[in-house]
């Protein structure tokens, strides 16, 4: 199969180095490339994705803008057979950021991206190759990869490490061509998936009995649960406040919640849900759905009425939304890097391991710093600065719940 590559322009504008690299391109990018208007992407950019293998809602047009209130601009490749057929796609976001000392820096990361069947080696070698090709020529620090690329499927025996089952001749090109496994592991590496076919009692069926049990209790408890709307996004944000500081995670502001929240319910891909006891908001959750597929983006709940198991129902009711929605794959978002009762996540993935689903192993995060001395520095400095910032997140939220 021949491919040719198409540039589509996103959110954001067209710079001098950008049309420079479209210049030097042809050839080496295999084939033509063009960029599209802001008008198309918005138009057409979720049609193309929507079917391609890992289609995520981090790599839709929604998620591009979401950023761009954050300082990131985005832009679009496809990948097209000789039939005009879209066969790969990455999102590409960029910003610039600033180390003490040294001049703005441009980064670029494709979360959950890109997106291709990485089982056929053909469409991730020119993917990969066009990706540092163009890191290259806009000068970046480096560009960050973060696509589902399985690398083995339930709980390993062993150590993570000797757990790769599938697609190992990718990590395999990755160590061999410059590229490094991150330390900066945004999205999660590893995930449950849960398989939305048969009908709700066969779904039902497959909970663990103690799960079963506990969405039955909470049903007989009282427990209710209903749709959220954009009214309802103070109470979640609370709530999920409420949850981190709790918890212990840190979590952005009001403000990005409200933007996230907003911007996906009002595209009809958010579903808030709520579960209520006597008409008081408990527990919560918010549903993202694209391309066949749901994911359980965030989670909050309340120390009050947790005996009553609001969340064991919640999921029973994001599972039949999902599948009332036509997905297929219910993504958990989110599992231990290492399976074991010492690891944070633990009682989380018990919970997710309960409803049924099945452990899904990535390769994880990779970077390839097209500056490989600054690109050291950075490393060295980003784990302070978030530090830094993470501590001040904590201290936000707690003045934001106490308002």
């Known amino acids: 199969m021949l491919f040719r590559s198409r540039l589509v322009h996103g959110i954001g504008y067209i710079r001098g180095d950008y049309t420079d690299f479209i210049n030097c391109t042809g050839a080496e990018m295999g084939g033509k490339l063009r960029i599209v208007s802001d008008l198309e992407f918005s138009n057409h950019w979720n049609d193309w994705i929507r079917d391609l293998p890992g289609s995520h809602f981090l790599q839709t047009r929604e998620w591009a803008t979401i950023k761009s209130s954050a300082g990131w601009t985005s832009k679009g490749f496809l990948w097209e057979d000789d039939r005009g057929k879209s066969v ?38 020119p993917v990969l190759q066009n990706l540092v090709e163009y890191a290259q020529k806009m000068r970046a620090l480096f560009i960050k990869i973060d696509p589902e690329c399985i690398t083995g499927r339930g709980v390993p025996v062993d150590i993570p490490e000797q757990g790769v089952t599938q697609n190992s001749r990718v990590i395999d090109y990755l160590k061999d061509n410059g590229w490094r496994y991150s330390q900066d592991q945004i999205q999660f590496r590893n995930t449950v998936w849960l398989d939305l076919s048969g009908t709700e009692e066969e779904l039902l069926a497959r909970f663990k009995q103690k799960t079963r049990y506990n969405v039955r209790l909470a049903a007989r408890k009282g427990i209710s649960i209903r749709t959220g709307t954009e009214a ?27 933007h996230v929240w907003r911007t996906f319910l009002q595209q009809d891909m958010g579903v808030p849900l709520i579960a209520e006891f006597n008409g008081q908001p408990i527990a919560g959750l918010f549903l993202v759905v694209f391309g066949g597929r749901a994911w359980y983006l965030y989670g909050m709940s309340r120390d009050l009425h947790r005996e009553k198991m609001p969340t064991y129902l919640l999921q ?13 794959n219910y993504d958990l978002w989110g ?25 899904v192993r990535f390769i994880g995060a990779w970077d390839y710093p097209v500056n490989p001395g600054l690109y050291k520095t950075y490393t060295q400095w980003m784990p302070k600065i978030m530090n830094v910032l993470r501590r001040r997140g904590m201290q936000r939220t707690r003045q934001e719940v106490s308002v």
Not at 336 to 356: A, I, Q, T
């Open 335 to 359: 599992a231990p890097d290492r399976f074991d009762e010492s690891e944070p996540m633990w009682g989380v993935y018990r919970f997710k391991e309960g409803l049924g689903g099945e452990v």
């Open 232 to 258: 309802d996004f103070p109470e979640l944000f609370t709530m999920y406040a409420e949850t981190s500081l709790r918890d212990g995670f840190v979590i952005r502001s009001r403000d990005y919640y409200d």
């Open 316 to 328: 029973w009711e994001a599972i039949r939304e999902a599948k009332k929605r036509g997905c297929t």
């Open 88 to 125: 790969s796609a990455a999102l590409v976001m960029e910003r610039k950021v600033s180390l003490a000392g040294i001049a703005p820096v441009r980064i670029l990361y494709v979360p959950r991206g890109p997106l291709l069947n990485w089982d056929v080696e053909k469409e991730w070698f």
